[in-house]
């Protein structure tokens, strides 16, 4: 991987401070994603590690689904969506976790064959909770994850101490 390319990709990621609310530094990937270049050696970043493992790709709601839309393109794999509740029409598996201030849960189509083997992409690893969310709901489908991807991991706020062992392109 070309490191000079690498770091103009992480240079199109931005700060937006107090958003959504105050406090908040909100890393904004639309310039990155707009930018095919970055696009692509972001892409080919994330699957560097488990090139020839995995049978589909889980893209997280909702920025996950990007990635994994050009991992599949490019890999020539299919892609399981991993969406909020109440987004899917006939959910096969759904798992609810914890968040700073509630719960939430997320669900999965029946889409799976067993033991199939999933590479889990989302685009910035905070506190672990929906990553973990998403490990646990494969494993509740009847298939393996093989390992969890994303762009960013923030990593003062702990994440992985949650999701075990992740691959992340860029750590802030």
Known sequence: MNTAELERAKSLITSIPDYPEPGVNFRDISPLIADGPALRTVTEALIAPFAGQFDIVGGLEARGFLF???????????????????????PAAAVSYSLEYGTATIEGPDVLRPGERVLLIDDI???GGTLTAAQALVADLGAEVVGSA?????AALGGRSLTGDVHAVFTD
């Open 150 to 154: 994303v762009v960013l991991e923030l």
């Open 68 to 90: 994994a839309g050009t991992i599949a393109a490019q890999t020539g794999v299919g892609i399981l969506p991993i969406r909020k509740a109440g987004k899917l029409p006939k």
């Open 125 to 127: 690893l905070a506190t």
